[in-house]
């Protein structure tokens, strides 16, 4: 765990235990420009971004935040250079093996969300193992958005849906919010509560858009790579400023 602030271990104390998001969903901008201001190549800001994320995952469970959704590869991310998709594709790969052990011990459950078909079939396998042999953890969720879109995923689902139709498994007029949820990649935790973009862009670049219909929002300047305890503590302070109405008054 090579970037965690050494005195934030515990839940700070001016945090309200009782006004944790449950679900925090990230995407995870800037690694390029972090190395290019440091006259890196664009995948040591990759590299230090899972450092990041390791620590995010451990803080989150530390604080009692029961999931973590991550945007690590997007249906539009295969249009960089072919270098830079496989090494991000290698890298899922050797991190999702060489932390495994690390996952079992700490309790996690690992999911992927996205189209894993279209992944290379080496990262298929591993994605497989690490699911199957976490899916008893309960400590916290950790999910993995790859070859991940939000419009596809609506897609997807209403195929499904449209398939179960056809078959006679579910009347039309049948189809709800819950239903439509259950064929989303997402069915297994509820919506996230707060997502972070860091990087000091303002948008949602195709992620979770049903999910998100009443999640806080939280954008920052600071680059992923930089971002740590702190700026994760400052997300939560302001996010505990929100006041969510679900459009109630
Ligand atoms: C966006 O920064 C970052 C990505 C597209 C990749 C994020 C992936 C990781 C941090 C690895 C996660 C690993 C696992 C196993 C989940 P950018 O490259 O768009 O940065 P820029 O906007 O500054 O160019």
Known sequence: MTAQSPN????????NKELLPQHVAVIMDGNGRWAKRRGLPRIMGH????DILKDLLRCCKDWGIKALTAYAFSTENWGRPQEEVEFLMTLFQRVLRQELREMLQEN?????????QALPNALQAEISRSMEETKDNRGIDFNVATNYGGREEI?????EISKKVEQGLIKSHEIDEAIFEHHLYTNRNSDPDLIIRTSGEMRLSNFLLWQVAYSEIYFTDTL?????RSEFKKALSAYQERDRR????
């Open 246 to 249: 679900f459009g109630k008054v």
């Open 8 to 15: 934030l271990e515990y839940l700070p104390s001016d945090l």
């Open 47 to 50: 590299k230090r971004g899972v």
């Open 155 to 159: 897609l997807q689902a209403c195929r």
């Open 108 to 116: 996690v459950r690992i999911g992927f969300v996205g189209n894993l």
């Open 224 to 228: 992923w790579p930089d971002f740590d």
